[in-house]
């Protein structure tokens, strides 16, 4: 029979083991089951972007942000793009740029036949970093830049997917268990079970990757044109009377947008490559539309600046032309207008008749035409 004193230190002993074994199984747990937080693999910065994609399998848990949760090693945990296409892609977004130099990629298959990272400080603008890549050798492939790129936004893009039989099973669509990027060389390269690949830019892509949208100050003559040994470069703008092929600026009346692209060309296989489109401000020669204001007609004016004063019409009036062409549109514009004016061509036309001339429009610039020759426009003068 036990004592009261006896059933006292009994009590202490039990209560002290279980102590001990509740603090072992505390242990025990957290070796079994590790948080999501220490499975991140240490300078991955995947892990804090915010990861979009062009479409996914939602419906089966197959969104993008599997794609940087850390688990790398469960097939059924990934990323998978909707239905079956020829491309995709997958997006991470930063708050603040992120400083990348190498990735780690791991497909589930390997049916990228084509693919390429891309990088963006606006999450719309694109530019190259990488090689243009082919078919995965392994579904582990590990790529390193020559230098370091700094971006808000990194996009991995399949733009070619293969249709063929690959790995036992032949379907067009693309799959991801994981993909990180890293800020310095790969921590813990795997050369044995990994394919190992220099995507470092080289040649003419590699100029067009440090390519940024032109910057024009007021009295700017020309935008920068990069030069090349062995290949020809232009300038494509929408508005090519403001930007010419060869960078030359002709400054508008009033400030303008332009979209426009470079485009390198091969002189010697005539392969082109084309850069990002950027949008471009021109200054304008005036920094305000004038006193008179812009008149409404068809089709509408590009440009105008107004002067002071008006334009009035009297019988001493004269209708200039400097081409033939112009002819007829004066004859048309003289009867519209009922105008009991003088019909003659120019220069010749301005001695025939005394009396002040008020012009109503003024010769253009010079500009080069789509073959190159510079042309001085027709003008029709009203006097």
């Excluded at 062009?54 to 990934?78: C, F, V």
């Amino acid at each position: 029979m036990i004592g009261g004193e006896d059933t006292m230190m009994l009590w202490k002993r039990m209560k002290k083991a279980g102590a001990c074994l509740l603090s072992a199984a505390v242990l025990i747990g957290t070796i079994q089951y590790p948080s999501l937080q220490a499975a991140a693999k240490e300078g991955n910065a995947a892990q804090s972007a915010v990861a979009t994609a062009s479409s996914s399998e939602e419906s089966y848990g197959r969104g993008p942000d599997k794609l940087n949760d850390g688990i790398a090693d469960d097939s059924s945990n990934r990323w998978a793009m909707e239905n079956t296409g020829s491309s995709a892609w997958v997006q991470y977004a930063w708050s603040t740029p992120q400083k990348m130099k190498s990735f780690r990629i791991i497909w589930e298959r390997r049916t990228a036949k084509s693919y390429q990272l891309e990088i963006s400080d606006d999450g719309s603008s694109w530019r190259r970093i990488s090689s243009v890549l082919e078919t995965p050798e392994k579904t582990t492939v590990e790529i390193t830049l020559d230098e370091i790129r700094t971006a808000k936004y990194l996009r991995l893009h399949v733009t070619s997917i293969d249709d063929r039989e690959i790995d036992g099973m032949a379907y067009q669509s693309i799959s991801i268990l994981e993909f990180e990027v890293y800020g310095a060389d790969l921590p813990d390269p795997d050369a044995e079970h990994a394919q190992q690949i220099d995507a470092s830019l080289t040649g003419i892509d590699k100029i067009l990757a440090d390519l940024d949208a032109p910057v024009i100050a007021k009295g700017d003559q020309k935008i920068y044109m990069p030069e090349i040994d062995g290949a020809a470069v232009r300038f494509c703008a929408d508005y090519e009377q403001v930007i010419g092929e060869d960078g030359t600026i002709y400054p508008p009346l009033e400030d303008k947008t332009v979209r426009g692209f470079y485009e390198i060309t091969s002189k010697e296989s005539k392969e082109s490559v084309k850069s990002d489109e950027y949008t471009i401000v021109v200054p304008g020669e005036y920094d305000s539309p004038g006193e008179n204001k812009k008149p409404d007609v068809i089709p509408a004016l590009q440009e105008w600046h107004g002067g002071t004063g008006n334009f009035i019409l009297s019988r001493k009036g004269r209708i200039l032309f400097d081409t033939p062409e112009l002819l007829k549109t004066a004859e048309e514009f003289s009867r519209d207008y009922k105008l009991p004016a003088w019909i003659l061509p120019c220069p010749a036309g301005k001695n025939q008749m005394p009396g002040p001339e008020i012009s109503a429009c003024s010769l253009q610039k010079k500009r080069a035409d789509l073959d190159g020759k510079v042309t001085e426009p027709a003008c029709l003068l009203l006097l």
